[in-house]
């Protein structure tokens, strides 16, 4: 696919710096460098040039062009670094742009990319997460996904998924043929496979979407059960307001941390009971509402007071979370025995148990050998392999049941359609739309 046009943008992130980029892609690219340096870029070598407008000496750096089909884009690319401030920089695109480019929208470097099938759709988005990621292992997973280890899973098992196609439509159209292509218990054993393949990537992509967007933990519980001490434990510093005082909390304190490497927003809560205080009121009407939103639900116990008494006020709100029991301030307490699954003891004054909490947490997740394998991977790419696996389920069923041969051929080609949609194959202009908005400008 070719674009006519050229576009510019920005490439570095705003404010000042060393050295800042503007890259153009299209075919007037070569011409806007000749009329902006006066001079003939060479291919993929760096030329020193004088950038300059009407006349005037805007500013002067390197130019680096890669001739189409070998470039990001796939188009002509050009490059200029100059000195990295933003009215430098905004003076060199607004020649640029008076020389025949248009501003680039938000994501449309990647984009051409994709149409000129330089990288898939999942590698388009994982430009973006590896960019925007906000740990060392979520830009690692981003990284995999970027060098395909998530497309090729796809693609095998499309290939797979198409070469039963082929067998089922096959037996279709040629059902009077004295030839068995294939036992019927083969077939069942492929989509057997194709189904336990599809559910180990469901599964290794639902982990890859966490560690790309990050996990939502809420602290809750009753008043001064030691809800900020733990947050404070988790910020490794005084985030929130400790007191013996009930009621110290009142509106939502919010941290972004991370545990082993997995981006997590933590999120210390008004301590939920019965009070006219009006601004408490509100405080325990907000932590309930993020008893919804998180992902995980840390509920402390003050081990010093009636137990059952707390875990009941909180069986009264109907959740479906995963969910942590911490029996706080243990320091102070008996020994608590016979813990269940999802039970820690904690004291947030002298952070023993602490580590266990930590590793709880994370084996909810994951465990870590998944996450240092884990490719990164978006809601999409999850709602499309649900998809497909709801489709392999059909056919399976179908099949068992001996229903017409055309029903599972049908099952199968809409599990491919939505398996297909993961890395673009086939992706309708609006999805597209959709995805490269949300991308930066000059990427
Ligand atoms: N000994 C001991 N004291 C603790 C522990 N955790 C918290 N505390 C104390 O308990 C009191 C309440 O702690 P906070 O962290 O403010 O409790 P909270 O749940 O945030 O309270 P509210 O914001 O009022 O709902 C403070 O005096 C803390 O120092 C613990 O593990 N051991
Ligand atoms: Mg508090």
């Given at each position: 696919?070719?674009?006519?046009?050229?576009?510019?943008?920005?490439?570095?992130?705003?404010?000042?710096?060393?050295?800042?980029i503007i890259r153009i892609s299209g075919p007037n690219a070569y011409t806007i460098c000749n009329k902006l340096t006066?001079?003939?870029?060479?291919?993929?070598?760096?030329?020193?040039?004088?950038?300059?407008?009407?006349?005037?000496?805007?500013?002067?750096?390197?130019?680096?062009?890669?001739?189409?089909?070998?470039?990001?884009?796939?188009?002509?690319?050009?490059?200029?670094?100059?000195?990295?401030?933003?009215?430098?920089?905004?003076?060199?695109?607004?020649?640029?742009?008076?020389?025949?480019?248009?501003?680039?929208?938000?994501?449309?470097?990647?984009?051409?990319?994709?149409?000129?099938?330089?990288?898939?759709?999942?590698?388009?988005?994982?430009?973006?997460?590896?960019?925007?990621?906000?740990?060392?292992?979520?830009?690692?997973?981003?990284?995999?996904?970027?060098?395909?280890?998530?497309?090729?899973?796809?693609?095998?098992?499309?290939?797979?998924?198409?070469?039963?196609?082929?067998?089922?439509?096959?037996?279709?159209?040629?059902?009077?043929?004295?030839?068995?292509?294939?036992?019927?218990?083969?077939?069942?054993?492929?989509?057997?496979?194709?189904?336990?393949?599809?559910?180990?990537?469901?599964?290794?992509?639902?982990?890859?979407?966490?560690?790309?967007?990050?996990?939502?933990?809420?602290?809750?519980?009753?008043?001064?059960?030691?809800?900020?001490?733990?947050?404070?434990?988790?910020?490794?510093?005084?985030?929130?307001?400790?007191?013996?005082?009930?009621?110290?909390?009142?509106?939502?304190?919010?941290?972004?941390?991370?545990?082993?490497?997995?981006?997590?927003?933590?999120?210390?809560?008004?301590?939920?009971?019965?009070?006219?205080?009006?601004?408490?009121?509100?405080?325990?009407?907000?932590?309930?509402?993020?008893?919804?939103?998180?992902?995980?639900?840390?509920?402390?116990?003050?081990?010093?007071?009636?137990?059952?008494?707390?875990?009941?006020?909180?069986?009264?709100?109907?959740?479906?979370?995963?969910?942590?029991?911490?029996?706080?301030?243990?320091?102070?307490?008996?020994?608590?025995?016979?813990?269940?699954?999802?039970?820690?003891?904690?004291?947030?004054?002298?952070?023993?148990?602490?580590?266990?909490?930590?590793?709880?947490?994370?084996?909810?997740?994951?465990?870590?050998?998944?996450?240092?394998?884990?490719?990164?991977?978006?809601?999409?790419?999850?709602?499309?392999?649900?998809?497909?696996?709801?489709?392999?389920?059909?056919?399976?069923?179908?099949?068992?049941?001996?229903?017409?041969?055309?029903?599972?051929?049908?099952?199968?080609?809409?599990?491919?359609?939505?398996?297909?949609?993961?890395?673009?194959?086939?992706?309708?202009?609006?999805?597209?739309?959709?995805?490269?908005?949300?991308?930066?400008?000059?990427?």
């Open positions: 696919m070719n674009n006519n046009d050229t576009i510019a943008a920005i490439a570095t992130a705003p404010g000042a710096g060393g050295v800042g006066n001079k003939t870029p060479i291919p993929k070598q760096a030329t020193f040039s004088k950038f300059v407008h009407q006349g005037h000496i805007i500013d002067e750096g390197l130019v680096l062009y890669f001739p189409n089909p070998n470039s990001f884009t796939g188009e002509d690319v050009i490059e200029f670094q100059a000195h990295g401030g933003m009215v430098i920089l905004n003076m060199l695109l607004q020649a640029i742009l008076s020389y025949g480019a248009r501003q680039a929208e938000a994501g449309e470097f990647s984009k051409r990319a994709y149409l000129n099938d330089k990288i898939d759709l999942v590698q388009a988005e994982a430009i973006a997460d590896l960019i925007s990621s906000s740990t060392e292992q979520a830009a690692k997973a981003a990284q995999r996904s970027l060098q395909g280890d998530f497309s090729k899973k796809v693609e095998q098992i499309l290939y797979e998924l198409i070469s039963l196609r082929v067998w089922i439509e096959a037996a279709i159209d040629f059902p009077e043929e004295e030839i068995d292509f294939l036992a019927d218990s083969e077939k069942q054993n492929k989509m057997e496979n194709l189904h336990i393949t599809i559910k180990k990537l469901l599964n290794q992509a639902q982990q890859g979407e966490l560690l790309n967007k990050g996990v939502t933990i809420g602290i809750i519980g009753q008043p001064n059960v030691g809800k900020s001490s733990l947050l404070n434990l988790f910020t490794r510093s005084e985030t929130a307001i400790v007191s013996d005082v009930a009621g110290t909390t009142r509106d939502i304190v919010k941290e972004n941390i991370n545990i082993q490497g997995v981006p997590i927003t933590i999120i210390d809560t008004a301590g939920i009971h019965i009070t006219d205080d009006k601004i408490e009121q509100e405080g325990i009407k907000r932590a309930k509402k993020i008893l919804q939103q998180a992902d995980i639900i840390l509920q402390v116990i003050d081990t010093t007071d009636d137990r059952n008494k707390q875990l009941n006020i909180l069986s009264e709100l109907s959740f479906s979370k995963r969910k942590i029991i911490v029996y706080n301030k243990i320091d102070l307490s008996k020994k608590l025995t016979k813990l269940k699954e999802n039970e820690v003891t904690l004291s947030a004054k002298t952070k023993q148990g602490f580590d266990q909490l930590e590793s709880k947490i994370i084996s909810m997740i994951g465990n870590q050998q998944t996450i240092e394998t884990s490719f990164s991977a978006r809601s999409r790419h999850i709602n499309l392999l649900k998809q497909t696996l709801k489709n392999i389920s059909k056919a399976e069923y179908n099949f068992l049941k001996q229903q017409a041969g055309e029903l599972v051929a049908e099952d199968l080609r809409l599990a491919q359609d939505f398996l297909s949609q993961i890395t673009g194959e086939f992706t309708s202009d609006d999805l597209l739309g959709e995805i490269f908005s949300s991308f930066c400008i000059g990427k």
